[in-house]
């Protein structure tokens, strides 16, 4: 017992500080991550203020005076048709993953919350294509949409991505962590219809994982070069990512259209940095909010 007492008392600040000093390998590790993904961005932002002649005789990551030349220069480039695919893209990526979030929505609470004769099968499928590269499927879409009358037109680059695999995979995990069977169970008991139960009480739940699936195809969709580049023949279709390809083509004999291909990079990025400020807020949700709220 005298000894007990006696026992020297240990100071926590002292354990506390091995702690401390190991916390400091992740987070300088995380850094040079992200400086790394950053300078390729930093490029583009000095670049696209220099001028012709600035482009090819200045520091790499010091700023020039040209930044509103090229603007210029870009919105007056056959009329403004860098414009036009800054539009197409914003169609293409909004509604796609509009319908796509959809989709997912309905397929993702399908599978998490129905039991149904070969479910794990349709599991199974939709697994193998989220392993399946994107490439693999470009060319057979591509001949069944000429089939149907379709390649060459907008519905050629909509249609493939409104069915994706990886945002069906997300809503189920998502609905069967976010959506109680028990608050189903309740609802039924209310009278609520299966289509009342999904609109009204799963998708409020579901909500945080439909804004990432969202983003994550609006992503996908804004960046996709191969589908387009395939499926259209028509400039005025192109999305922004095929068409600074064709500006980049066009400039391989002139580098005074490097300028511009590189301020048009610059504003291509802008629409996805305000998505994913405007939309980050839904990710603070507590899974369970949606339950509460009802």
Do not use: H
């Not at 850094?31 to 482009?55: F, H, N, Q």
């Not at 600074?244 to 301020?263: D, K, R």
């Not at 048009?264 to 709220?293: C, E, H, M, N």
């Amino acid at each position: 017992m005298t000894a007990l007492l006696t026992r020297p008392r240990v100071d926590s600040a002292a354990t506390a500080r091995p702690g401390r000093r190991t916390a400091w390998a992740p987070t300088i590790l995380l850094l040079l991550g992200a400086v790394y993904c950053l300078i390729p961005v930093l490029w583009v932002i000095m670049a696209a203020t220099k001028s012709r002649d600035e482009l090819f005789s200045t520091f790499t990551l010091v700023p020039g005076t040209g930044f509103w030349d090229n603007l210029a220069e870009l919105t007056a480039y056959r009329d403004g048709v860098y414009w036009r695919w800054m539009v197409n893209s914003a169609l293409y990526a909004g509604v796609g993953a509009l319908l796509s979030a959809a989709v997912s929505a309905a397929g993702g609470y399908a599978l998490a919350k129905y039991r149904f004769r070969g479910r794990g099968l349709i599991f199974t499928v939709i697994l193998t294509g989220v392993l399946m590269p994107p490439i693999t499927l470009a060319v057979p879409q591509y001949l069944l949409l000429a089939k149907a009358g379709l390649a060459g037109t907008y519905w050629s680059v909509l249609l493939p991505s409104v069915l994706s695999p990886y945002g069906i995979y997300l809503a189920r995990v998502y609905a069967a962590a976010a959506v109680p069977d028990d608050v189903l169970e309740a609802a039924r008991m209310d009278g609520a219809r299966e289509v009342r139960l999904f609109t009204s009480v799963a998708l409020p739940m579901m909500r945080p994982g439909l804004v990432t699936i969202f983003l994550f195809q609006f992503v996908a969709i804004w960046n996709n070069f191969l589908l387009p580049y395939i499926m259209l023949g028509d400039d005025q279709l192109f999305p922004v990512t095929v068409g600074l390809y064709s500006l980049l083509q066009q400039g391989a004999g002139i580098p005074a259209m490097y300028t511009l291909v590189i301020t048009g990079a610059l504003l291509s990025i802008i629409p996805l940095i305000a998505l994913f400020l405007g939309l980050q807020r839904y990710w603070r949700v507590d899974l369970l909010t949606g339950a509460v709220k009802l």
